[in-house]
């Protein structure tokens, strides 16, 4: 997913400025309705693996919604914190869907239940990830979003930026009522008795992108001065 938005970044914009300029409200338009439909189909999936996949659809819409306000510098920023966030939290969550399957052989979402009693270290590892998938504040997730919202809304139309806050919300409900299904509520002892907690070989395997995205969402300035030369060379082209 990443690489068509790099190459439209890198690739596309340099070479077509003119057709940026105008296509950039319907480039939005389609990015709003992949964070639409990435979302709603998120919500009626059954297989937790499909759920991050679909999430990511919704994800990447933001990216071309700040594509679409190719004259903010904020949004474009926005669109390469969530390339590099999106990265972190969607690898990290299909690395541990992964950890679960290897134990449980299912990924049905309904098969499980109450988990968090059971493996409580895997049930936190997938809790942090799961909240920056989201967007909580001091994840990056949040920074990402936030910085396009917030540049789009200067430059495109309002309802159109206000259809798209509409997938974080959705977003909000399909991560939180897999967290429900899958961690609260009653544990089946005679079916789930013998699943282990994650080992230190999968919490070192995660471990890395954990401190990332923690770290790019309280302090993103690092981040955001390697991507300035970038940036500011995107810029001064459109500008042109």
């Not at 914009?13 to 389609?30: C, G, H, K, Q, Y």
């Not at 994840?139 to 495109?156: D, K, P, T």
Request: proline share 3%; hydrophobic share 55%; aromatic share 10%.
């Amino acid at each position: 997913l990443k690489m068509g938005t790099y190459a439209m970044l890198r690739i596309s914009w340099p070479m077509f400025p003119d057709a940026l300029r105008t296509l950039s409200f319907w480039i939005a338009v389609i990015g709003v309705i992949g964070i639409i439909y990435g979302a709603l189909v998120s919500m009626a999936q059954k297989d937790l693996k499909k759920l991050v996949a679909y999430s990511s659809v919704s994800h990447m819409g933001f990216c071309m919604l700040a594509l679409g306000a190719f004259s903010s510098v904020t949004a474009i920023a926005g669109c390469m914190f969530q390339m590099v966030s999106h990265g972190l939290i969607t690898g990290a969550m299909f690395l541990l869907v992964g950890v679960l399957y290897d134990r449980a052989h299912t990924r049905e979402i309904a098969a499980f239940g109450g988990l968090g009693s059971k493996i409580p270290v895997y049930t936190g590892i997938m809790m942090l990830f799961s909240m920056a998938s989201l967007g909580l504040p001091g994840m990056s997730g949040f920074i990402s979003e936030f910085m396009i919202f917030v540049g789009a809304f200067g430059v495109l139309s309002k309802v159109l930026v206000g259809i798209s806050v509409l997938g974080v919300v959705l977003g909000a409900t399909y991560i939180l009522r897999m967290v429900q299904n899958i961690f609260l509520g009653e544990f089946d002892t005679a079916r789930w008795g013998g699943l282990t907690e994650i080992n230190l070989r999968e919490i070192i395997s995660v471990a890395p992108l954990a401190v990332l995205t923690i770290a790019i969402g309280v302090y993103p300035k690092p981040l955001a001065t390697l991507m300035r030369a970038t940036l500011e060379n995107l810029v001064t082209l459109m500008a042109r």
